[in-house]
């Protein structure tokens, strides 16, 4: 079997961070991993608290799983601070795995900041250059180039911006888009468009880190990185068509519905066993 590692925070109500990281790899058929960054005390409503892990205790986490285990993709979610984002650089400059996606997770939905202020730079000096694929949303992509985005022609500015910075593919979200979201990917020579249709929805809660680790997980089954978009394009779709209206704030995708449908999609075509 084919494994993936999530190296992110946990959310108690776990619509994001590790917690729907997992999900998405046992959803793909992926044995998931996790190297835990901090804790946050979450719901659908917002972040109560956070608690950071020690840099030492997230290194003796990937050297415990790194020494032991081949690991086919990483996906890095949160990380909230300098120590720990060098610690995280460090290790996986070491270990080198094949696919590393990196969702630069600054801000939760509920608009809780999850980066400090201080650890950008690091994170795009030391850790952005060794990643396969960094997924910005607008607000991050916005942050991290200086460019304010209000069309697909800012998102591809921004993507030539981080291309400059030493990322090696972009992929620019585009649900923050008043319009359809059109999510953007770049890889220095040539630009490729997913387009989506907008769900009618405010239950989108972690929908950032169900798409990376399912672009992970594609990636751990050895396919191309644009074919790894895709389906994970079609993942997402279904899980916020499907998103659950638990709590009274932003709700969390639904990843049940996603391997019933995707079942019921591969029984069709006959990959059944293979896949589920
Ligand atoms: N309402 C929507 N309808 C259809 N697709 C959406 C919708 N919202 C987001 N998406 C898609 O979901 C994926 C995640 O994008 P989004 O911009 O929401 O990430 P994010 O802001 O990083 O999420 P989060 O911070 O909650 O983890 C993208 O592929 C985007 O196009
Ligand atoms: C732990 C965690 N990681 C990422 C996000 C993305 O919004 C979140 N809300 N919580």
Not at 33 to 60: L, R, Y
Not at 123 to 128: G, R
Not at 189 to 215: D, E, V
Not at 267 to 275: A, Q, S
Request: with cysteine; charged share 20%; hydrophobic share 40%.
């Amino acid at each position: 079997m084919r494994t993936a590692l999530t190296i992110a925070g946990s959310d108690s109500c776990a619509g994001a961070g590790i917690q729907a990281d997992l999900k998405t790899f046992y959803a793909h058929g992926v044995y998931g991993m996790s190297v835990i960054t901090a804790v946050t005390a979450q719901n659908t409503k917002g972040v109560i608290g956070i608690e950071n892990i020690s840099a030492d205790m997230v290194e003796k986490q990937l050297d415990a799983i790194f020494t032991d285990i081949k690991v086919d993709a990483v996906k890095v979610g949160m990380l909230s601070n300098r120590d720990i984002i060098k610690s995280v650089s460090r290790k996986l400059k070491k270990y080198s795995p094949d696919n590393i996606v990196l969702d630069p997770v600054m801000v939760s939905k509920s608009g809780h900041t999850l980066l400090g202020p201080d650890a950008k730079d690091i994170l795009l000096k030391e850790l952005l250059p060794l990643c396969t694929i960094v997924t910005p949303n607008i607000p991050e992509a916005e942050v991290i180039t200086g460019v304010t985005i209000n069309s697909i022609n800012d998102m591809k500015k921004s993507c030539k911006v981080i291309f400059e910075m030493g990322a090696k593919m972009i992929l620019i979200k585009g649900g923050h888009l008043s319009t359809d979201p059109v999510d953007i990917l770049f890889d220095g020579k040539g630009f490729k468009y997913f387009i989506g249709k907008r769900i009618h929805t405010k239950n989108t809660h972690g929908t950032g880190c169900t798409l990376s680790s399912a672009i992970a997980s594609n990636l751990a089954k050895g396919y191309s990185v644009e074919k790894s978009i895709v389906k994970a394009k079609e993942y997402i779709t279904i899980a916020i068509q499907n998103s659950l209206s638990i709590g009274k704030g932003i709700g969390p995708t639904n990843h049940f519905y996603s391997i019933y449908k995707k079942c019921n999609m591969l029984k069709e075509i006959g990959e059944f066993k293979n896949e589920c």
